[in-house]
Nanobody
Framework: VQLQASGGGLVQAGGSLRLSCAAS????????MGWFRQAPGKEREFVAA????????SYADSVKGRFTISRDNAKNTVHLQMNSLRPEDTAVYYC?????????????????WGQGTLVTVSS
C-alpha cells in the first residue's frame, strides 16, 4: 500500500485546513486508516481514525469537536477536516493504514505510513 498525504500549510489560529491521504495498491487489505501528528521534540500522537468502510470513527480528546475524519470510497482517499485550529496543532501530520484493526490509536499498530504533511498554525 502506498499513502500520499497532502493539504498541509500555514494558517492563522481559528482557521481551517483539509488534509487528504490517497491510498493505492492493496487497498482491499486495509481495515482502518488513521491520522497522527508529531510536533518538534514530541512523540507522535494519535489524532483520528476511521474504519475502511467509513462507518466508524474515533478522535483524540484534544481534537474532538474541531476535526472530522472522513473517507471518499470512490477515490480511496481519507480526509481530515481541521477547524478552529490552534497554535498547539502545529505539527507534521501523517496518515497510516492498518491491515488488522479498524480504529487503532497506537502508532505501532499501523503497517503503512504516508510521508507527512506540515501544518503550521500561527497565533
Amino acid at each position: 500500500v502506498q499513502l500520499q498525504a497532502s493539504g498541509g500549510g500555514l494558517v492563522q489560529a481559528g482557521g481551517s485546513l483539509r488534509l487528504s491521504c490517497a491510498a493505492s495498491g492493496r487497498t482491499f487489505s486495509i481495515y482502518g486508516m488513521g491520522w497522527f501528528r508529531q510536533a518538534p521534540g514530541k512523540e507522535r500522537e494519535f489524532v483520528a481514525a476511521i474504519s475502511w468502510s467509513g462507518g466508524s470513527t474515533s478522535y483524540a480528546d484534544s481534537v474532538k469537536g474541531r476535526f472530522t475524519i472522513s473517507r471518499d470510497n470512490a477515490k480511496n482517499t481519507v480526509h481530515l477536516q481541521m477547524n478552529s485550529l490552534r497554535p498547539e496543532d502545529t505539527a507534521v501530520y501523517y496518515c497510516a493504514a492498518d491491515f488488522h484493526r479498524s480504529l487503532a490509536m497506537r502508532a505501532y499498530e499501523y503497517e503503512y505510513w504516508g510521508q507527512g504533511t506540515l501544518v503550521t498554525v500561527s497565533s
